[in-house]
């Protein structure tokens, strides 16, 4: 119904800058809430920072300062610019939405994931 699809991950030296992308197509009808997760080896996905509709933002503590999320509505697209990144940046990062879908007229609600974009941060 709904799908994202990622894309800027790479390998990048500490202190450098990486900028990824999440875009949604599909039978967008709207999409709500959007944000970024990051899954380490070893270790459980988490928040790396989300955006509402609106504009409003939240961060994981560990990257306020150094990431940036912003969106643009009209192209369903979210981004993560990433500043400053140190080896514990290093992650599989995951495009997240909240989204409703429907052709003509909204048919239900649909949580979508990306399929992930692997940072690596060399020291």
């Known amino acids: 119904q709904v799908q994202l699809v990622e894309s800027g991950g790479g390998l990048v030296q500490t202190g450098g800058s990486l900028r990824l992308s999440c875009a949604g197509s599909?039978?967008?009808?709207?999409?709500?809430?959007m944000g970024w997760y990051r899954q380490a080896p070893g270790k459980q996905r988490e928040l790396v920072a989300s955006i509402t509709r609106g504009g409003s933002t939240n961060y994981a503590d560990s990257v306020k300062g150094r990431f940036t999320i912003s969106r643009r509505n009209a192209q369903n697209t979210v981004w993560l610019q990433m500043n400053s990144l140190m080896p514990a940046d290093t992650a599989v990062y995951y495009c997240?939405?909240?989204?409703?879908?429907?052709?003509?007229?909204?048919?239900?609600?649909?949580?979508?994931w990306g399929q992930g974009t692997l940072v690596t941060v060399s020291s």
């Open positions: 599909g039978r967008i009808w709207r999409i709500n809430d």
């Open positions: 997240h939405a909240d989204s409703e879908y429907g052709s003509g007229y909204r048919e239900g609600a649909l949580e979508v």
